[in-house]
């Protein structure tokens, strides 16, 4: 049932972001050329313009699915969603931009473009708030909910549970908890009973409607998640595991590969991309100096006050660790 709501709903998104699409075509197209706002010049008539929009739709649309935004976004908070829609946008104008500027068409408006993205980005903003308000309130309702079988009832378990239990808009509804421990058998946990044991995971999806399986064993516990993910496939139920080692790790981890076998970065360094280093350093350069610029006179003011006023050092010195493990004073 949320397989086939999801792609009612997806349809149904699709249809807004057109009218969203169109609507900001016609304000940028009236600010433009109707509004008075910018200097007359000779341009292509609206038909053109609309002959334009045509091309860019189904491209802006594919691009939008590229950056995730047809996908649930139930686990993403709006500004993970809002960050996506700048990314699409800002895709779509480069595109368009490369383009006109290789078939060499110097009458299509840029300005119009420019006002396009802009408009487009904010309206498709409060579009996406407002869908998530909507989706909140009929899930408060009992709508649109995800119903999901957890187990373990150690503390990932705990807080998964306490997780869903403090966002209740993201719509998760717990059937219950299958844990094999004796001393928690027919209690609760986060007001969720325990339903039985991991034995009993093959008759309980039988019985009960999940959408999802909530794995939250501890590491001592890893032997069971063979069968227990081949029971959930065989019911044709999506499986998502908690792992318990993420806590022994200090960053937040990067995934990558090696002949097909997955390897988990525990310190993924932006900086080791060389784009990225240049950029920051370059950012660095200029911000510091615009800083110290602004700001120098004032901080040697307040040095002296300080060298004045108390003994010591007037000024914060402490050693880093920097790139590749080089040591310097901060």
């Known amino acids: 049932m949320i397989k086939q709501n999801q792609k009612v709903f997806n349809t149904l998104?699709?249809?807004?972001?057109?009218?969203?699409?169109?609507?900001?075509?016609?304000?940028?197209?009236?600010?433009?050329?109707?509004?008075?706002?910018?200097?007359?010049?000779?341009?292509?008539?609206?038909?053109?313009?609309?002959?334009?929009?045509?091309?860019?739709?189904?491209?802006?649309?594919?691009?939008?699915?590229?950056?995730?935004?047809?996908?649930?976004?139930?686990?993403?908070?709006?500004?993970?969603?809002?960050?996506?829609?700048?990314?699409?946008?800002?895709?779509?104008?480069m595109l368009i931009i490369s383009i006109l500027y290789i078939a060499k068409q110097i009458h299509i408006s840029r300005v119009l473009i420019i006002l396009f993205t802009v408009i487009n980005i904010i309206l498709s903003s409060l579009e996406r708030g407002a869908v998530r308000v909507f989706l909140r309130s009929i899930r408060a309702q009992g709508y649109n909910r995800k119903h999901v079988l957890v187990i373990g009832g150690g503390r990932l378990g705990r807080d998964y549970l306490k997780a869903i239990e403090k966002n209740k808009y993201l719509g998760y509804s717990p059937i219950g908890v299958l844990d094999d421990n004796e001393k928690r058998q027919g209690k609760k946990i986060i007001n969720t009973e325990i339903i039985g044991r991991m034995d009993d995971l093959e008759q309980i999806l039988k019985h009960y409607r999940a959408d999802e399986v909530i794995i939250a064993l501890p590491l001592q516990a890893y032997s069971k998640l063979k069968d227990i993910i081949n029971t959930c496939e065989k019911a044709g139920v999506k499986t998502l595991v908690i792992p318990d080692y993420i806590r022994y790790m200090p960053a937040k981890p990067y995934f990558d590969e090696i002949e097909e076998l997955p390897l988990i970065n525990t310190r993924y360094v932006p900086l080791d991309n060389a784009g990225k280093k240049m950029l920051?350093?370059?950012?660095?350069?200029?911000?510091?100096?615009?800083?110290?610029?602004?700001?120098?006179?004032?901080?040697?003011?307040?040095?002296?006050?300080?060298?004045?006023?108390?003994?010591?050092?007037?000024?914060?010195k402490q050693e880093r660790v920097g790139f590749h493990r080089k040591k310097f004073i901060m």
């Open 280 to 316: 920051k350093r370059t950012f660095d350069i200029i911000i510091a100096t615009i800083a110290l610029l602004i700001f120098g006179p004032l901080m040697i003011g307040f040095m002296i006050a300080i060298k004045l006023d108390s003994p010591g050092s007037a000024i914060f």
């Open 13 to 93: 998104l699709i249809l807004i972001d057109v009218v969203v699409f169109v609507i900001s075509f016609l304000i940028a197209w009236y600010l433009k050329f109707e509004s008075g706002l910018f200097e007359p010049q000779l341009h292509f008539t609206f038909r053109t313009y609309v002959q334009t929009l045509l091309f860019a739709l189904p491209a802006f649309l594919i691009i939008e699915y590229i950056f995730e935004l047809y996908t649930p976004q139930r686990k993403k908070n709006l500004y993970q969603e809002i960050g996506n829609i700048i990314k699409s946008n800002t895709t779509l104008f």
